[in-house]
């Protein structure tokens, strides 16, 4: 069942220990092996970008990024399911496009599982590229693994999130 919020009502704000209920909530319901409290509270206290897109009190999405030497590589980014499909995650991406620009890096690297179609697809809507594979990089049902492809925005190019990015030489 899909909720929808009106635009005015939507805020960012960074992830605080009173929030991670809900969170944590959202990412079981979101991914097959999500991401565990202690997940989070590592990512906190490292200082990742951990932003949340809210909607009054209601968790629409949020994202994870750790900022490198030139490059900010997004760890963790969702929809809550009942807000997927209307148009929230570029706004989450807008967010992380301007935070690692205000950080002067030219690059935005992620991992997606292989088949996740659907992130894939969004991820190249905003303009990442797919540049390789992961081997074996998730855990799969069964004890399996799952290879990840590896993505790239080059922030510094004309509308990067219009699907003008560019892409590794």
């Not at 997606?112 to 992130?119: F, H, P």
Request: net charge neutral; hydrophobic share 45%.
């Amino acid at each position: 069942m899909s909720a929808v919020l009106e635009p005015e009502e939507v805020r960012l704000e960074t992830l605080t220990v009173e929030r991670l209920d809900v969170l944590c909530a959202v990412e079981a319901q979101a991914y097959s092996h999500p991401w565990t409290r202690a997940n989070f509270i590592d990512s906190m206290a490292a200082g990742y970008r951990c932003q949340l897109l809210l909607g009054g009190d209601t968790l629409i999405g949020y994202f994870v990024a750790m900022k490198g030497v030139d490059e900010v590589h997004l760890l963790n980014f969702a929809v809550a399911p009942a807000f997927q499909r209307q148009g929230w995650a570029p706004m989450l991406f807008d967010a992380l496009a301007g935070w690692s620009r205000g950080q002067g890096v030219q690059w935005l690297w992620l991992e997606v599982r292989k088949s996740n179609e659907r992130a894939l697809a969004v991820y190249e809507r905003q303009g990442f590229r797919r540049v390789g594979v992961r081997k074996n990089y998730y855990p799969a049902h069964g004890g399996q693994r799952e290879d990840a492809v590896v993505m790239s925005l080059l922030l510094n190019s004309p509308n990067p999130l219009n699907g003008a990015a560019g892409v590794l030489p």
